[in-house]
T-cell receptor, first 116, second 113 residues
Framework: DTAVSQTPKYLVTQMGNDKSIKCEQN?????MYWYKQDSKKFLKIMFS???????INETVPNRFSPKSPDKAHLNLHINSLELGDSAVYFC???????????????FGPGTRLTVL | DQQVKQNSPSLSVQEGRISILNCDYT??????FLWYKKYPAEGPTFLIS?????DKNEDGRFTVFLNKSAKHLSLHIVPSQPGDSAVYFC????????????FGPGTRLSVLP
C-alpha cells in the first residue's frame, strides 16, 4: 500500500522530446513537491504545490511545469528535453506547506530520467 | 553554493559498533534539521530531526547532536545493524520557511556483519 507512488520508474528518451512523470499520494496530504537529484547526488527542490500556491525554485527552467489534476496528484511535464535534464526525480508530499517543520515529507521511489 | 555539506561520501562500520555521520552547514539562519535514510531504488524516509533550540534528540538507537556555534550536526547510530546500510541525507531549513529544506549530498553507510 504505497503512500507516494511515481510512474514510470525509468524513462529513456531523446533530446527535444516532451515527457511527463506522474505522482500520486494516498496520505491525504495538502502539499506535494518535486525534487531533482543531480549527478552530485544533491536533492534540490523544484516545486512546492498545494491547492492555492505554487512555489517555483527560480533556478528551474520554464520547460518544467507541474500540473495537479487534484490534491492527490502532481505530475511533472518537461518540454524540449536536454541532456542536462538526466537525473533522478523524486515526488514527495507533506501535510501542509507552511506548517510545522516537523511535518515530515514522504518521498516516492524516484524516476530515473535518461536523455540521449 | 553548498549550504549543507556531508564531507564523507561513504563510511564502513562493523556491526554492533557506533556509526557517526557528520553534517556541516553554512547558513546561520537554519533553524531545523532532519536526517533521512535512503535504500536503493526507494525514496528517502524520515529518520530523526532536531530543532535549533536543542542540542540533542534521541530516538531509540538514533541520536542527533547539534552544535550551533560550529554549524555542525551528527547522527549517531548505536549499535549499528546491517539493516542500517543505506545512504543518509542531512537536511536543513532556513528560518521559518515552511517545508523548503536544503539537502546535503548524502553519506553511504555500510554496516559489515
Amino acid at each position: 500500500d504505497t503512500a507516494v507512488s511515481q510512474t514510470p520508474k525509468y524513462l529513456v528518451t531523446q533530446m527535444g522530446n516532451d515527457k511527463s512523470i506522474k505522482c500520486e499520494q494516498n496520505l491525504g496530504h495538502d502539499t506535494m513537491y518535486w525534487y531533482k537529484q543531480d549527478s552530485k547526488k544533491f536533492l534540490k527542490i523544484m516545486f512546492s504545490y498545494n491547492n492555492k500556491e505554487l512555489i517555483i525554485n527560480e533556478t528551474v527552467p520554464n520547460r518544467f511545469s507541474p500540473k495537479s489534476p487534484d490534491k492527490a496528484h502532481l505530475n511533472l511535464h518537461i518540454n524540449s528535453l536536454e541532456l542536462g535534464d538526466s537525473a533522478v526525480y523524486f515526488c514527495a508530499s507533506s501535510q501542509s506547506l507552511w506548517g510545522r517543520a516537523s511535518d515530515t515529507q514522504y518521498f516516492g521511489p524516484g524516476t530515473r530520467l535518461t536523455v540521449l | 553554493d553548498q549550504q549543507v555539506k556531508q564531507n564523507s561520501p561513504s563510511l564502513s562500520v562493523q556491526e554492533g559498533r557506533i556509526s557517526i555521520l557528520n553534517c556541516d552547514y553554512t547558513n546561520s539562519m537554519f533553524d531545523y534539521f532532519l536526517w533521512y535514510k535512503k535504500y536503493p531504488a526507494e525514496g528517502p524516509t524520515f529518520l530523526i530531526s532536531i530543532s535549533s533550540i536543542k542540542d540533542k534528540n534521541e530516538d531509540g538507537r538514533f541520536t542527533v547532536f547539534l552544535n550551533k556555534s560550529a554549524k555542525h550536526l551528527s547522527l549517531h547510530i548505536v549499535p549499528s545493524q546491517p539493516g542500517d546500510s543505506a545512504v543518509y541525507f542531512c537536511a536543513a531549513r532556513p528560518d521559518n520557511y515552511g517545508q523548503n529544506f536544503v539537502f546535503g549530498p548524502g553519506t553511504r553507510l555500510s554496516v559489515l556483519p
